[in-house]
């Protein structure tokens, strides 16, 4: 419950692993309406977190990273439609879906 909540009541969720797979942290946010912010070298997050789409990349500054914190602060509306966009793809990520695509390749 206290991660909901801390989900519930942030801007934005910064996540910027250095050469990751996935993780379930962007999906979390993203299913919380939530934009990422990523860094350049973060690996798989990069395939989900598109940059002012679903979130922001930065390169991997101290200073680049204020930037993007102080952007979605200065930009809520913004951040909220990424935080949107993020939750559509989020949403596509079930196990239905995935059982759909082992079996289409199975058929094929």
Do not use: N
């Not at 996540?15 to 999906?27: H, I, S, T």
């Not at 973060?42 to 789409?53: H, M, N, Q, S, T």
């Amino acid at each position: 419950m206290e991660l909901a909540d801390l989900y519930a009541r942030c801007l934005g969720v910064y996540y910027a692993p250095v050469d990751e797979d996935y993780g379930l942290v962007p999906y979390e946010a993203f299913l919380s309406q939530k934009p990422v912010i990523t860094a350049t070298d973060a690996g798989g997050p990069l395939d989900i977190v598109r940059d002012r789409e679903t979130g922001l990349v930065v390169e991997p500054t101290v200073e680049d990273l204020a930037r993007a914190c102080t952007w979605l602060r200065e930009h809520e509306d913004e951040a909220r439609t990424f935080g949107r966009a993020g939750r559509d793809i989020a949403q596509a990520v079930t196990w239905d879906a995935c059982i759909e695509r082992l079996l289409a390749t199975v058929t094929e």
